[in-house]
């Protein structure tokens, strides 16, 4: 069965750093497109870092890129997502999801839906001043 655990989440302070874990269960990082997004209250959900399942390459928010960093660890089958210099804006609840169908990347992160999307329950993240 197909599972998906985030944990890390946490309260923290403008400038600090993060990082956030997902345990995947049911199948290897690589089989699907994997990717973090997160909801901010009373917000649409949004995509923060999208791999790319055709040739493993991400696509980052553009407001994250250079502070955020997404890595596999294939040996432990574990998504992480290394947030550095937070901002008041991260604060989220973020999301580590998979599309069983589709190839992931550019559009997911941009709001195209998944053909088979699976989602963990999230972990939330308050950044304060």
């Known amino acids: 069965q197909v599972q998906l655990v985030e944990s890390g989440g946490g309260q923290v302070q403008t400038g600090d750093s993060l990082r956030l874990s997902c345990a995947a269960s049911?199948?290897?990082?690589?089989?699907?497109?994997i990717a973090w997004f997160r909801r901010a209250p009373g917000l649409e959900r949004e995509g923060v870092a999208c791999?790319?399942?055709?040739?493993?390459?991400?696509y980052y928010k553009e407001s994250v890129e250079g502070r955020f960093t997404v890595s596999k660890d294939k040996s432990k089958n574990i998504l992480y997502l290394q947030m550095d210099n937070l901002k008041l804006e991260d604060t989220a609840t973020y999301y580590c999801?998979?599309?069983?169908?589709?190839?992931?990347?550019?559009?997911?992160?941009?709001?195209?839906?998944?053909?088979?999307?699976?989602w963990g329950q999230g972990t939330m993240v308050f950044v304060l001043h």
């Open positions: 791999y790319n399942n055709r040739d493993d390459s991400v």
């Open positions: 999801g998979i599309d069983e169908a589709g190839p992931g990347g550019r559009p997911w992160c941009l709001g195209l839906r998944g053909r088979r999307e699976v």
């Open positions: 049911g199948f290897s990082l690589d089989a699907h497109a």
